[in-house]
């Protein structure tokens, strides 16, 4: 009896770790569906602004367009404006995606298409409220219209936070994934963990082959 009782026990685990592994690989499989898409057209996009300002950064003909360019990303100098608009590996958008969306599962991804965990403080812009409580702060989050506004909008965050500064001097020199997280501790209160979650998820799901 005692023997039934064990067996009984381990085909339970067993089914339950396999229902487990199937839900967990369907859930990544959406996630690559809708999300690896998406990233992959907006990196594109920002990948052709940036080689078309790098190359006329001194024509007259596009001094309105990077001034509009430095208006949005907040910046005076010409270097600053490329070290903003210049996209990062598709690689860590993907891995920082699955790790703030829960693979494409979140609330805020499901009812708001945040994928990046994005933050609202314009109580006039569409968005959505955390579950929880900062002490007795209300937090906000923002809510897009689709997924690519989500991800346009993680790139300019990255972009123009100074929060981020050594992160995007660092993109002009490498663009090694796994030296780049490493300056995105800020991303997150738990620091340096935040960027070695994300190495891991590039290493361990392969995302680093969409950045050849």
Known sequence: MRLLKQSILIILTLLFTSTTIEAEQSSKKYFRKIVVPAVDEVFTELQQQYIEISKN???????????????????????????????????IAIAQAAMESAWAKS????????????????????????????????????KYSNLKESIYDYYKTIGRSHAFKEFRKLKMETDNPYELVKKLENYSEIGPKYSEGVSSIIRYNKFYLYDR
Do not use: C
Not at 63 to 69: F, G, R, V, W
Not at 110 to 136: D, F, M, T, V
């Open 107 to 142: 609330r805020f991804f499901k009812q708001a298409n945040n994928l990046y965990g994005i933050w609202s403080l314009n109580k006039n812009e569409p968005r959505i409220a955390a579950l929880q409580k900062r002490g007795n702060k209300r937090v906000w989050l923002k």
């Open 57 to 91: 950064i001194n024509n007259r003909d596009y001094a309105q367009k990077i001034s509009n360019l430095k208006k949005i990303y907040k910046v005076t100098l010409d270097k600053d404006l490329l070290m903003a608009i210049k996209p990062h590996p598709r690689s």
